[in-house]
C-alpha cells in the first residue's frame, strides 16, 4: 500500500491551502484516512479524519472550524482544505490510512493507522 500526499507549499497568514492523498495498492480499500502533522521538537498531532462509508469526520481541537476534510470514494482520495491558515499551522503533514473504519474516538491516535505517507511541508508565513 502506498499513500502520495501532494498540495503542501507556503502560504501568509489567513491565506487557503488543499491537501490530497492517494492510496493506492492491489486490493486495498482504505476505511479511515487521517490527517497528523508535525512541527520542528513537538510530537505528531492528530488534524483530522474520514470514514470512507458514511463520511463521519473528525477534526483536532485547534483546526475545528477550519479545515474540512472530504473524500472521494471513486478516487480513492482524501482531501484536506485547509483555511484561515496561522503561523502555528506551519509543520510537516502527514495523510495515514487503514482498513478499519474507526469510530471517532480512535482515529486521533497514531496507533490506529497501518501505513503513512511521506509527509508534505506546509509553511505558514509573511
Known amino acids: 500500500v502506498q499513500l502520495q500526499a501532494s498540495g503542501g507549499g507556503l502560504v501568509q497568514p489567513g491565506g487557503s491551502l488543499r491537501l490530497s492523498c492517494a492510496a493506492s495498492?492491489?486490493?486495498?480499500?482504505?476505511?479511515?484516512m487521517g490527517w497528523f502533522r508535525q512541527a520542528p521538537g513537538k510530537e505528531r498531532e492528530f488534524v483530522a479524519a474520514?470514514?470512507?462509508?458514511?463520511?463521519?469526520?473528525s477534526y483536532g481541537d485547534s483546526v475545528k472550524g477550519r479545515f474540512t476534510i472530504s473524500r472521494d470514494r471513486v478516487k480513492n482520495t482524501a482531501t484536506l482544505q485547509m483555511n484561515s491558515l496561522k503561523p502555528e499551522d506551519t509543520a510537516v503533514y502527514y495523510c495515514?490510512?487503514?482498513?478499519?473504519?474507526?469510530?471517532?474516538?480512535?482515529?486521533?491516535?497514531?496507533?490506529?493507522?497501518?501505513?503513512w505517507g511521506q509527509g508534505t511541508q506546509v509553511t505558514v508565513s509573511s
Open positions: 495515514a490510512t487503514t482498513p478499519r473504519a474507526w469510530i471517532v474516538s480512535a482515529r486521533t491516535a497514531v496507533t490506529s493507522y497501518d501505513y
Open positions: 495498492g492491489e486490493s486495498f480499500q482504505w476505511n479511515t
Open positions: 474520514i470514514r470512507r462509508t458514511d463520511g463521519s469526520t
